[in-house]
């Protein structure tokens, strides 16, 4: 327990066993331990290694090996299993500090019931030449996010929230995110849910995790498509329901484009230029395909490993 409180630690993966054995021991080897940790793996094969482990005492250690495709279906998963009132989320591919626990869940406590927790995602040091990681949040302000914004500000790798607040808000959009026909931005999708009733998303910059540099240079490109196509996913589900103010996203969203295309650099230009064509057709995929939108792929548009 933290404070008193009882803490859940969620993780999801799919075939990067490596990653994610890296990623328990890092929980492990915090200044706290968690009361417990769940595993929702999606992997063709079970981690046998991670299935028979013998946790510390004092943490319940639950593998869950799931037949299932999409970090939103293994989030939906886990959450479901979760025995305690604090729950905290990362991903596979993510070291956390050591204080990460103790910081994070402090900062959930102290904000309250009505607010969730993010922190902020560095990139680790690349696994090898060209290699890069993405989906960073390396602001050193601490920041509170209210009501409808222009911004995306919820990292769900690196998370805390009470489990209330997932039974009040609903499911992750199993339709959204990695292992989908919009392989990104359930993250988005789920904080502007958030804010929408109400919560509060507090971004505490002393909750770090390492978002690690797996990903190799020749996939840049197409990374960057499949996350514009998993935006493009994101503002279509909103605009269908005529939530007009994804608009006035869109606009900003393409205005941070257009500033990072004028630092000059090559790749990132070509980045942004696929992330702004696979969002044009994520968004026109769900508004003009809608009978396609529970399509799912087995694997990630990349071909990378993982979903």
Same mark, same amino acid.
């Given at each position: 327990?933290i404070d008193g409180h009882g803490v859940t630690v969620l993780i999801? #993966?799919?075939?990067? @066993?490596?990653?994610?054995?890296?990623?328990?021991?890092?929980?492990?080897?915090?200044?706290?331990?968690?009361?417990?940790?769940?595993?929702?793996?999606?992997?063709?094969?079970?981690?046998? /290694?991670?299935?028979?482990?013998?946790? @510390?005492? $004092?943490?319940?250690?639950?593998?869950?090996?799931?037949?299932?495709?999409?970090?939103?279906?293994?989030?939906?998963?886990?959450?479901?299993?979760?025995?305690?009132?604090?729950?905290?989320?990362?991903?596979?591919?993510?070291?956390?500090?050591?204080?990460?626990?103790?910081?994070?869940? /402090?900062?959930?406590?102290?904000?309250?019931?009505?607010?969730?927790?993010?922190?902020?995602?560095?990139?680790?040091?690349?696994?090898?030449?060209?290699?890069?990681?993405?989906?960073?949040?390396?602001?050193?302000? @601490?920041?509170?996010?209210?009501? /409808?914004?222009?911004?995306?500000?919820?990292?769900?790798?690196?998370?805390?929230?009470?489990?209330?607040?997932?039974? %009040?808000?609903? #499911?992750?959009?199993?339709?959204? $995110?990695?292992?989908? *026909?919009?392989?990104?931005?359930? +993250?988005? +999708?789920?904080?502007?849910?958030?804010?929408?009733?109400?919560?509060?998303?507090?971004?505490?910059?002393?909750?770090?995790?390492?978002?690690?540099?797996?990903?190799?240079?020749r996939n840049y490109v197409s990374v960057r498509y499949s996350y514009? *196509? $998993?935006? $493009?996913?994101?503002?279509?589900?909103?605009?269908?329901? !005529?939530?007009?103010?994804?608009?006035?996203?869109?606009?900003?969203?393409? !205005?941070? *484009?257009?500033?990072?295309?004028? /630092?000059?650099?090559?790749?990132?230009?070509?980045?942004?230029?696929?992330?702004?064509?696979?969002?044009?057709?994520?968004?026109?995929?769900?508004?003009?395909?809608?009978?396609?939108?529970? %399509? *799912?792929?087995?694997?990630?548009?990349?071909? #990378? !490993?993982?979903?």
């Open positions: 327990m999801s #993966s799919r075939n990067r @066993p490596g990653l994610l054995a890296d990623a328990v021991a890092s929980v492990l080897e915090g200044s706290v331990r968690p009361d417990e940790i769940i595993v929702v793996d999606q992997s063709e094969e079970p981690n046998q /290694q991670l299935a028979e482990m013998s946790p @510390p005492i $004092g943490v319940a250690f639950r593998y869950l090996h799931s037949d299932t495709v999409g970090i939103s279906r293994s989030r939906n998963a886990a959450f479901s299993a979760a025995s305690h009132p604090v729950v905290v989320v990362t991903d596979d591919d993510c070291l956390v500090d050591r204080a990460w626990l103790r910081t994070i869940v /402090q900062s959930l406590i102290k904000a309250g019931d009505r607010a969730v927790i993010t922190g902020r995602v560095l990139a680790g040091p690349a696994e090898e030449e060209g290699a890069f990681a993405l989906s960073l949040h390396a602001d050193e302000m @601490p920041a509170e996010y209210t009501g /409808q914004i222009t911004v995306d500000p919820l990292a769900t790798f690196n998370m805390a929230m009470w489990a209330s607040t997932f039974a %009040e808000v609903g #499911s992750f959009d199993s339709r959204i $995110g990695p292992g989908t *026909r919009f392989p990104s931005s359930e +993250d988005n +999708d789920y904080g502007y849910r958030l804010l929408l009733a109400g919560y509060r998303i507090v971004f505490d910059p002393d909750a770090v995790v390492h978002h690690r540099s797996w990903r190799t240079g514009g *196509r $998993g935006q $493009g996913g994101y503002y279509g589900k909103h605009l269908a329901s !005529r939530d007009w103010f994804m608009l006035v996203k869109a606009w900003h969203a393409l !205005r941070r *484009r257009g500033h990072r295309m004028r /630092q000059g650099d090559p790749r990132a230009i070509l980045g942004e230029f696929a992330w702004i064509g696979g969002w044009a057709v994520g968004i026109g995929d769900w508004l003009l395909r809608p009978a396609r939108r529970d %399509e *799912r792929y087995a694997r990630s548009d990349d071909g #990378s !490993r993982g979903w």
